[in-house]
Structure formats: C-alpha cells, structure tokens
C-alpha cells in the first residue's frame, strides 16, 4: 500500500482568493493524479501529473483555473486559482505505486 | 467514452452476505477497482481485478468477467459498521504508460439491523 499526506485537511477561503494544496507520497510514483469530489457525488479527474512534464488536464478542468507542480517523484501541489462557492468541494490526491490506486485524505475546501 | 453503472443504493442485515454489481463500457480496459468511502472521509482501497475470476480478500471478494463488462463486490457477515458507499472504478489505458481511473456514481449500502 501507499500512504499519501495531503495540506491543508480543509480551509475556508474567501471568493476570488486562490489555494494551493500539497501532496506527499511514501514513494516514488510515476504519475499523481486530482480528483475532486462534490457533496453527494462520486469522484471526478481533473488532471495527471507527471513528473518532469505538464499535466494533463480532462475535459471541463484547465491549466489557468488549476495548476498544478509535480516537482519530484514523491510531491505535488494542485491550486485551485480565483475560487468561487461553486469551487467547494473535496479535493483528493492519488497515487498508484504498485498496480493498486490510493487516496489521499482530502482537502475539504469552502469558498464563502 | 467510458460508462460505469452500479446500482443507487443499497440495504441489507447484520450478519448476511450482500453483492453489488458494477457493469462497465470502457476501451483500453486495464483493471478494475473497489473502494469504500464513509461519509465525510477518503476513499480506501478494497479490492484489485485485472483478470478474470475471483479475488477473495477476508470478508470482501471481488469477481471480474472482461468478456461481460462486469464485476461485482461480495461482503459477507455483513457488520454496522459496512454501512458506507462502495465505488466501482475502471482503470483504461491512455498513450504509452498513461492510464485514468474512472468512477462509477458508486453504491450507498445501509447495513440494518
């Protein structure tokens, strides 16, 4: 198994504001993966990171609105930029080391 | 595209054995994945299938047929505390080592007792 660290575990942000979260990995990964998952729903990509290279974003998620840093093997950030109250939501950080897939323990993100 | 259908939810007793169905439409199909998810937390890791056939993992077994498009999670002596969302998710490959792992809206089980 994996064990994945995410900060901050929540935050209240203020609308136009922007916040950036980090994730560390126990080991090294090829690809870290973002997720985000809204009150009541299941969990939706929004990009890849690779190391070394630019994520790759899904559709409906762009560079501008979240970027995100994949330094090294083991650390990302995803920031969510100019935040709205429809930007409130769970933020989940992802890792594959081994074949299997784990989560992080999420950002639980409020914009009043 | 990919399509992951699994049923709203679900309700069974303490002590009995529950299965919960997960059917799939996906190209480069490299996986299939369960996990549970408690209000308010992460999701955890259950189970892994990439062959087909059954894995059986204490009181939670996991059964994949490719050919089908179809797997499902088995928890027997169901307890209270197995009351959560249960989330089938599809691993596809993309280009070259790239894969995505979809989710399905997942199953919300209400253990009673």
């Known amino acids: 198994s994996a064990v994945i660290s995410q900060k901050p575990s929540r935050d209240i942000c203020q609308r136009g504001t922007s916040l950036t979260i980090q994730c560390q990995v126990d080991s090294q990964v090829t690809m870290m993966f973002w997720y985000r998952q809204q009150p009541g729903q299941s969990l939706t990509l929004i990009a890849t990171a690779n190391q070394g290279s630019e994520a790759t974003y899904e559709s409906g998620f762009v560079i501008d609105k979240f970027p995100i840093s994949r330094p090294n093997l083991t650390f990302s950030t995803l920031t969510v930029s100019n935040m709205s109250p429809e930007d409130s939501s769970i933020y989940l950080c992802?890792?594959?080391?081994?074949?299997?897939?784990?989560f992080g323990p999420g950002t639980r993100l409020l914009v009043l | 595209g990919q399509n992951i259908d699994q049923p709203t939810e679900m309700t069974a007793t303490e002590g009995a054995i529950v299965q919960i169905n997960c059917t799939y439409q996906?190209?480069?199909?490299?996986?299939l994945f369960w996990y549970q998810q408690h209000a308010g937390e992460a999701p955890t890791f259950l189970s892994y299938?990439?062959?087909?056939g059954l894995e059986e993992k204490g009181r939670f077994s996991s059964f994949l047929s490719r050919s089908k498009g179809y797997s499902y999670l088995l928890l027997k002596e169901l307890q209270m505390k197995d009351s959560a969302s249960y989330l089938c998710?599809?691993?596809?490959?993309?280009?070259?080592?790239?894969?995505?792992?979809?989710f399905g809206t997942g199953t919300r089980l209400q253990v009673t007792l």
């Open positions: 992802s890792a594959s080391p081994n074949g299997a897939q784990y």
């Open positions: 998710a599809v691993r596809s490959l993309l280009t070259g080592t790239a894969s995505k792992l979809t």
């Open positions: 299938n990439v062959l087909d």
């Open positions: 996906t190209s480069g199909f490299n996986g």
